[in-house]
Nanobody, 125 residues
Framework: DVQLQASGGGLVQPGGSLRLSCAAS????????MSWFRQAPGKGREFVAA????????YYADSVKGRFTISRDNNKNTMYLQMDSLKSEDAAVYFC??????????????????WGQGTQVTVSS
């Protein structure tokens, strides 16, 4: 079974940093693009960042560009999201996801086959 386990969320002050991890199992991790989405209370799920199967190509939402960095370690079957300069509007549940196949629009929620359970990020002083 495909499993995506997100972790690393927590409470951080504005301007602080967090590093999220997504541990993958049940599929050949290096064969798939992966991404992070987030969902704030009362809002829909929104794209945050994505990376190609190798990690060489990355994509970011405008709202996080320059502050967040997505990466992956295919030897450890793990994807990461380094979040710096956090703002109150970054507070949300963060989800990792596996792309359905090659060539899909990685910014679209419908392009993803499997989702992790989410990890809560709270930004507050």
């Amino acid at each position: 079974d495909v499993q995506l386990q997100a972790s690393g969320g927590g409470l951080v002050q504005p301007g602080g940093s967090l590093r999220l991890s997504c541990a993958a199992s049940g599929f050949t991790f290096r064969d798939y693009a992966m991404s992070w989405f987030r969902q704030a209370p009362g809002k829909g799920r929104e794209f945050v960042a994505a990376c190609s199967w190798s990690g060489a190509t990355t994509y970011y939402a405008d709202s996080v560009k320059g502050r967040f960095t997505i990466s992956r370690d295919n030897n450890k079957n793990t994807m990461y999201l380094q979040m710096d300069s956090l703002k109150s509007e970054d507070a949300a549940v963060y989800f990792c996801a596996q792309a359905k196949t090659y060539g899909v629009d990685l910014m679209q929620e419908g392009s993803y086959e499997y989702w992790g359970q989410g990890t809560q990020v709270t930004v507050s002083s």
